[in-house]
């Protein structure tokens, strides 16, 4: 389960960094801000991954999606495919994991090991 869990994360981490490089002409009107864009996505990576993790490896989650998120604008303002850094789209990638971190110290961390637990999808004998 818990190794399941890992490959969804990378394929979600994957997903945000394409579509976040893609070229404009093909960036999908979702019809919402692009705001909620940015910062539901940022908060789904970090709900995911803080469920995979241990609490003493947030602060390290938290500096990586920052980072992500701040190189990935800096990266669309080089690129000239028709995106542009935006510096409040990367305040809402940070308020996406804020929320993210908040839910996570709320009681949620950890949720993938629970659910296996739960469940018994541990491979592990009992």
Not at 3 to 8: E, F, L, Q, R, T
Not at 39 to 57: D, K, P
Not at 60 to 80: N, R
Not at 87 to 112: E, T
Request: charged share 15%.
């Amino acid at each position: 389960m818990v190794s399941a869990c890992w490959i969804i994360g990378w394929v979600l981490l994957a997903t945000v960094i394409y579509t976040g490089l893609e070229p404009a002409r093909y960036v999908p009107n979702l019809h919402v801000s692009d705001k909620v864009e940015h910062a539901t996505a940022y908060f789904a990576m970090c709900f995911w991954f803080g469920g995979l993790l241990e609490r003493r490896r947030y602060p390290l989650l938290t500096v990586g999606l920052l980072a992500l998120g701040a190189a990935i604008e800096v990266a669309q303002g080089w690129m000239g495919w028709g995106r542009t850094a935006d510096f409040r789209d990367f305040i809402a990638d940070a308020a996406g994991v804020a929320v993210g971190l908040g839910f996570l110290w709320a009681g949620f961390g950890g949720w993938a090991y629970r659910l296996e637990r739960r469940f018994r999808l541990s491979r592990e004998p009992s």
